[in-house]
Structure formats: structure tokens, C-alpha cells
């Protein structure tokens, strides 16, 4: 397919990418006050996007902003992709951003009007995916971890302490309880059932971690969702991240230990992809 269109939608306009600057006021830009949403869209299909920008209006809404109406359902959002050029062949992340903007300087956002941005980029790479078990303090927490917030500095961290180590991922702990890494949610397979920390625990419970919960369990997996010491995963099997871009993502290597990939978990896979394509919105109206 071709490579994602050079264009952006910002504040209801389309644009060169190359071409938008942040105004100096802009509160994502300043404080990190804004949400975003990362999605996949593939073959002209945005995969579980009802999901995705259902998650993006409650961020909003937990701080204090509305989405803006391009933005606001699946089918609009559909609209603007096409209006930057994607079509039926494209493959590409997509990035939505809720901000806005106010004249002066102060955490107080005071009332202004919230805008969007809405980026195309090129898919990543296939990877050998190695994961580091960080240790307790190495990452921060996020201060609002369900909120998929601009303020990212957090994760930020995570993934450079995987940096550090020589892996392509880290996963951060809350005391000796695992959480997630950088930009994923972490599933492992022990004694045939599937594990992963519960989404009441200081973490982001992303959308394809719902769809593999789901379908897992639709499958006959019996899914433990709880609070897990490190030591749990001396009993793994086999272990995947999951995140919208990337879907259900193999680990080669988890905290030094060699991971396998059994039949079991590539039929999951298969099954979770199929459901987020089932649940996809088309690009044509």
C-alpha cells in the first residue's frame, strides 16, 4: 500500500504537516493538558474505532474538555481521513489530539474552546521484542493512569530505562506488583491460562487489551486479571504486549527468560485480529 498522506487536520483545517506549528498558547504544548488516541488503520479500515473515540471523550471529559465535532464519533473522524487522503490501500497510524488554547501564562485553563489534530504516520517495523521487568521506582506511575493524557512523561521514562537496559521494552512495577510497559499492556500464559494486571491497578487499560480479554475468554482461555507479584512470571510460558498499533505483539525474551510461542497463543492472536477487524469502521462512507 502507499505511504501515509503528508497532510494534517488541525483546528478544521487540512494542512502540510510539515507546515503546523503549536500556538505559543497551547495547553498540550505548555502543560501536557490535552488527550490523544492512537489507532490503526489498515486496508481503509479503522480498527475498533467506536472503542477508540469512545475512550478519547471520556479523557476528555475527565479533564474538563468536550472533543471537538470532527472528531466526536467514528464516522466523522472517517470523514477527515479521507480528506487527507486516505483511501481503501492505506495503511497508517492514526493520531488524534484534543487541546485548546488560552492567552496566558498559569495552570488555571479558565474557559476556551477545545481543539483537534489528527496526524497520519507510517506503520512500524516487524521487531524481536525483548522485555526488561523494571525495577520498583525505576518508571513513574502516571498521576492519572486510566487517562490517555499529553502529559506522557511518564512513559516516556519507562521507555528510555528500556534504553538503558538493552531491551525494546520495560515494564513498570507499583511496589512488587507488575503493571504495564511504555506503550502496552502486558498478557503472559502459565499452566495453560492467560494472566495480566487487572485494569483497577495504576495503568492504562487499553482497548486491544479489552478485545484480547474478550475474546480470550470467548475462546475457553481462563483469564486471571488481578494484582501479580514479579515472581509470577517465573511460571510463563509464553508472554505478548498488546497496544492498537501493534495488536497482539510476541515476546521473545521477558526479564531475561526466553519465551515460546505456542499454537494456543497464535490462535488467540488470529482471533483477536478478526474481531478487531469485524468491529472496524470503513473509510467509504
Not at 487541546?99 to 476556551?112: I, M
Not at 516516556?156 to 534504553?163: I, K, W
Not at 494456543?264 to 469485524?278: D, N, S
Request: charged share 20%; aromatic share 6%.
Amino acid at each position: 500500500s502507499r505511504s501515509a498522506a503528508p497532510l494534517c487536520w488541525a483546528r478544521g483545517v487540512l494542512r502540510p504537516a510539515t507546515e503546523f506549528r503549536p500556538h505559543v498558547g497551547d495547553r498540550a504544548f505548555r502543560y501536557g493538558d490535552g488527550v490523544f488516541a492512537t489507532l490503526l488503520l489498515e486496508q481503509g479500515f479503522l480498527l475498533d474505532a467506536d472503542a477508540h473515540v469512545q475512550k478519547l471523550t471520556a479523557s476528555a471529559d475527565a479533564i474538563g474538555l468536550t472533543v471537538p465535532e470532527p472528531v466526536s464519533s467514528a464516522p466523522r473522524l472517517c470523514e477527515v481521513l479521507r480528506l487527507m487522503g486516505a483511501d481503501d490501500s492505506t495503511d497508517a497510524v492514526v493520531r488524534i489530539q484534543v487541546s485548546c488554547e488560552s492567552g496566558g501564562r498559569g495552570y488555571d485553563r479558565g474557559e476556551c474552546d477545545a481543539w483537534e489534530l489528527v496526524e497520519l504516520h507510517a506503520l512500524p517495523g516487524p521487531r524481536v521484542l525483548s522485555v526488561a521487568i523494571l525495577e520498583p521506582g525505576e518508571a513513574p506511575i502516571p498521576a492519572m493512569p486510566a487517562i490517555k493524557s499529553c502529559s506522557a512523561l511518564a512513559h516516556v521514562t519507562c521507555a528510555r530505562a528500556a534504553r538503558r537496559r538493552g531491551v525494546v521494552e520495560a515494564v513498570r512495577c507499583s511496589g512488587d506488583h507488575l503493571l504495564e510497559a511504555s506503550s502496552s499492556n502486558l498478557f503472559w500464559e502459565a499452566n495453560g491460562d492467560l494472566f495480566t494486571p487487572s485494569a483497577s491497578l495504576p495503568l492504562y487499560p487499553g482497548v486491544t487489551r479489552s478485545v484480547v480479554v474478550h475474546e480470550a475468554r470467548r475462546s475457553g482461555w481462563t483469564v486471571h486479571e488481578g494484582e501479580f507479584a514479579r515472581s509470577a512470571l517465573e511460571r510463563a510460558g509464553g508472554a505478548f504486549l498488546t497496544n492498537a498499533v501493534r495488536g497482539v505483539e510476541p515476546v521473545a525474551e521477558l526479564g531475561g527468560m526466553r519465551m515460546e510461542w505456542a499454537a494456543e497463543l497464535e490462535a488467540l492472536r488470529a482471533a483477536v485480529q478478526a474481531a478487531r477487524i469485524e468491529g472496524a469502521a470503513p473509510l467509504a462512507p
